[in-house]
């Protein structure tokens, strides 16, 4: 198959779609794959590199989307991408399709075959397609409190972890999945007082036993929610309902209880948030204020480390995208772990929680395939 990797125009987002490790492993399975120039420049990989792993580089994006039958990405296909797709091509990368009506629309109108990486599941029920980038973004949701809560940065002044006789900070995390765990893990590293807010119990008996008395666990409510998140220097929302729209657990009526200068760390903003008041920013400007209170919700966090991420990010892509380069669209049809992530099919949305979200109709692979 001919297998194509443009640049990211996403706005400061360095990742690629496929390493040139990866791109190796391709053309050793017999395929060919295209590579826009300098795609690979924000994790220091040039263009010689991908041509010593075997691949063509293209001189501009057109030429790989118009080549190509497979296009891997990273983040969602912007406009002037997704009016490029055609019926038949596969694409392979993140959508977050539920808040973003206009890109679903777009797919669905080019006809493509669109398989998003955060609905790929596992034997075992997980996600492992989004796991690496939510491992990633929990440890950087601590790093971005920590430089909002710095009072030049409009916070209240507070260092995390505080000092021998100064209290640290307070730090609350909705959602005990994997960003909540990484997020709590390294809040916990730097000395912050820790809680974790969930709704399965089994899941906060794991998280008391893995971290054995150092995190505070809690069972979700709307009156716990309340009493932690006016008690809190910075806030993790870290709750995701997989294809769906993320549930808005703090309303903008419990911004004035807050405590002014803390932060809200919003995780779950590609999915469009679980904060009232959220809305997507960019690295280049990622927070703003409302009521006093510090909102940071960039939508492609793990691209600030482009280098960890793009590597995590191949490492769990690699064997799907390869039943996919190998054998196309059959691989979605024997795979049922590929056919979870499936959420557009010649012009169909095919993932009942994205079609339920926009308010679509929804047709089971069934159904669009028949």
């Known amino acids: 198959m001919k297998v194509g990797v443009p640049k990211e125009i996403k706005t400061h987002e360095y990742r690629v779609g496929l390493t040139p490790g990866a791109v190796r492993e391709y053309v050793a399975a017999g395929h060919s794959v295209l590579v826009e120039s300098n795609a690979g420049a924000g994790i220091g990989a040039t263009d010689d590199n991908y041509r010593k792993a075997g691949a063509t580089i293209a001189t501009s994006a057109r030429e790989v989307f118009a080549s190509s039958e497979m296009i891997v990405k990273v983040k969602e296909p912007q406009p002037s991408e997704w009016t490029q797709l055609r019926e038949n091509q596969i694409l392979f990368t993140y959508l977050h399709l539920a808040p973003d009506p206009e890109q679903a629309k777009g797919l669905m109108k080019s006809g493509c075959t669109a398989i998003a990486y955060e609905t790929v599941t596992d034997a075992h029920g997980g996600l492992p397609l989004l796991a690496p980038m939510s491992e990633v973004a929990g440890r950087l949701a601590i790093e971005a409190a920590g430089a909002a809560l710095k009072r030049y940065a409009g916070g209240r002044g507070l260092l995390i972890g505080g000092v021998p006789g100064v209290p640290p900070a ?127 919700c960039v939508a492609n966090m793990p691209g600030a480390v482009p280098l960890t991420s793009s590597q995590a990010l191949n490492n769990a892509t690699l064997p799907f995208g390869l039943a996919l380069a190998s054998k196309g669209f059959a691989a979605v049809l024997e795979n049922p772990h590929l056919r979870a992530g499936l959420n557009v099919y010649r012009g169909r949305l095919t993932y009942k929680a994205v079609a339920e979200s926009l308010g679509l109709p929804f047709s089971p692979i069934e159904q669009a395939a028949a």
């Open 170 to 296: 307070r730090i609350v995390v909705i959602g005990g999945g994997v960003v909540g765990t990484h997020a709590a893990r390294m809040a916990a590293g730097l000395g912050a007082e820790v809680t974790i807010l969930d709704r399965s119990i089994p899941r906060l008996r794991e998280l008391d036993e893995l971290f054995e008395g150092r995190v505070r666990t809690r069972f979700s409510t709307i009156a716990a929610v309340e009493e932690e998140v006016f008690a809190a220097d910075v806030v993790i929302g870290a709750v995701l309902v997989p294809g769906a729209s993320a549930p808005k657990l703090v309303s903008r009526g419990m911004l004035s209880s807050m405590r002014k200068g803390s932060v809200i760390v919003d995780v779950a903003i590609d999915q469009g948030g679980c904060f009232e008041t959220s809305r997507a920013t960019t690295h280049a400007d990622p927070t703003y204020e409302v009521d006093g209170v510090i909102h940071y």
